[in-house]
C-alpha cells in the first residue's frame, strides 16, 4: 500500500526526528530483496577476510556495510525507486528528490558490541542539510537481536561534533542519561528518521543475523558541505512529485 504521511506522523517527524512506518513491505518482497543484496554482502564479507578482517566500520562476522547495491544491481535500484518511496520521500522532502546513499547493514550472530551514537551527517555533512534516512527491516528487528535506538528530538540539537572510535564515530557529547529508546521493528516496516537524529543499533545476542537495508534520500541536487561540489552520479528519484524513472 502507497503510505500517505499523516498530519500526526508529520508532527512526530517534526518533534522526534523519527517515527515507524509499520509493515511497508511484505514479507515476500523483503525476502526476495535480502536475496539480491546478501550476494553483495557475501562478497564483502569474502573480501573483509581477505583483507584482515576489518575495513572502514566493517567487521568480518560482526558487522558489515555493504554499500552502492542500487547502482550495481537492476533489481535493487527499481525498488528503491518503488511507488512507495516516491511518495514517502515527496512528501517528508518536496517534488525533487534523489538517492543519496544505500547500504545493507548485517549485524552477525553472538555479537560483543553495539554500533555507537550518530547523526548520520556526522559521516559526510551535505547541504541541504538534513535528509532523510529510512531504515528497513529485512528481518525482525529485535530488543535481543541489535534493532535501531534513537534519542527523540535530538536532531534539534544541529549537526554534533563526532569523536573516533575503532567501532565507528560517535557523537560528543552525547549527555542524554535515559539513552534514547529503543525502537523494534517487523519485517517490512521503516523507520525514517532525519540525518541529525542521534541513533545507534544495539548488541546482536542471538544466533541469527539481524538484516537490515539503509536508504538514504535527499532533495535533488546535494553537495558536499564542506567544498561546495555536487554529488555527482545520484539516481533521481522524482521530479514535480513525479517518479522519474
Ligand atoms: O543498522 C545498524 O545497525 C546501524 C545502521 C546505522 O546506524 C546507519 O547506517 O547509519
Known sequence: MIPMITDSQRQEFADNGFFVLDEVFSLEDMNALATNIEAFQRRHEEDLIAKGGTEGISRAGEISFTAFLAEHDPTVREFCLRPEFVAITTQLLGPDTDLYWN????????????FPWHQDDGYTPVEPSPYLTLWL???????????????????KRGLVPHLPSPIGLICHPLDDPDQGIQVPVKAGSLIA??????????????????KAYVIQYSHAGLRNAKTGELLPDKIPVSRNGKAES
Open 103 to 114: 547500504q545493507s547493514v548485517f549485524k552477525g550472530p553472538d555479537g560483543a558490541k553495539e
Open 137 to 155: 527491516a529485512l528481518n525482525d528487528a529485535t530488543l535481543e537481536n541489535g534493532c535501531i535506538s534513537v534519542i527523540p528530538g535530538s536532531h
Open 193 to 210: 528518521f532525519t540525518s541529525l537524529t542521534f541513533h545507534k543499533s544495539g548488541v546482536n545476542r542471538t544466533s541469527g543475523t539481524r
